[in-house]
């Protein structure tokens, strides 16, 4: 079955330094979604990027989607406190039959020092 | 507007006892989903419900895990017999479609089983 794979699985920053988490799948996707969850919080939808070599940008945070498809990274320059969480990426492919399977990452968990 | 609701947030119940956790999607959202998240881990994904289609139920961990979409709408996860090994957050996510739909995640409900 399709496989994403997550990485770093923890990550520690000094405040201010840049982080970035990477996002492989080992099939081709159709799109790929990033999601933030804060300390005791629940998954929080960021942002989803569908064409191939797909660039977008909110503030710090830069996403990015490989040319294959296959893989993509979230940047953040200059880290806050307040980036604080775990990154998941979670990957959906067409398994046909107008069927998709999105599969999560297992996630960066960031903590940022002050 | 409303979010995804889950009820209740925190559940601890005694080993062998069955579990009933409810989720209120969005309204006009076909797809629900049901995951579990361990402690510090990742997203296990348990079942989705899409439309009137066949659930997919591949995550179910075992067969005391059943659930339910009732009219298309409220969903109902149940644990028969619950064991200290299914203790953990229950996330409930609906979305508009099947795909390229980002998720939108209830608050969960935390299960204790003693």
């Known amino acids: 079955g399709q496989q994403v794979m997550q990485i770093p699985q923890y990550q520690h920053v000094q405040e201010g330094e840049d982080f970035t988490t990477y996002c492989n799948s080992s099939?081709?996707?159709?799109?790929i979604q990033w999601y933030k969850q804060r300390p005791g919080g629940h998954p929080v939808f960021l942002i989803q990027?569908?064409?191939?070599?797909e660039v977008k940008k909110q503030k710090r945070l830069t996403f990015q989607f490989g040319e294959a498809k296959k893989n993509s990274s979230l940047h953040i320059t200059a880290t806050q406190t307040t980036d604080v969480g775990t990154y998941f990426c979670?990957?959906?492919?067409?398994?046909?039959?107008?069927?998709?399977?999105?599969?999560f990452g297992k996630g960066t968990k960031l903590s940022v020092i002050p | 507007g409303a979010g995804v609701s889950q009820s209740p947030s925190n559940k601890v119940t005694e080993k062998g006892k069955d579990v009933e956790l409810r989720c209120d999607p969005i309204?006009?959202?076909?797809?629900l989903y049901w995951y579990r998240q361990s402690l510090g881990q990742g997203l296990e994904f348990l079942i989705y419900?899409?439309?009137?289609?066949?659930?997919?139920k591949s995550g179910l961990p075992s067969d005391r895990f059943s659930a339910e979409r009732t009219g298309g709408s409220v969903s109902t996860l149940t644990i028969q017999r619950t064991q200290q090994e299914d203790s953990a957050v229950y996330l409930c996510?609906?979305?508009?479609?099947?795909?390229?739909?980002?998720?939108?995640f209830g608050n969960g409900t935390r299960l204790t089983v003693t």
């Open positions: 309204s006009g959202h076909t797809a």
């Open positions: 099939t081709t996707l159709s799109n």
């Open positions: 419900f899409q439309g009137n289609s066949a659930p997919d």
């Open positions: 990027l569908v064409k191939s070599g």
């Open positions: 996510a609906s979305s508009l479609s099947r795909s390229n739909s980002p998720l939108h």
């Open positions: 979670a990957g959906d492919t067409y398994s046909g039959a107008g069927s998709y399977q999105l599969t």
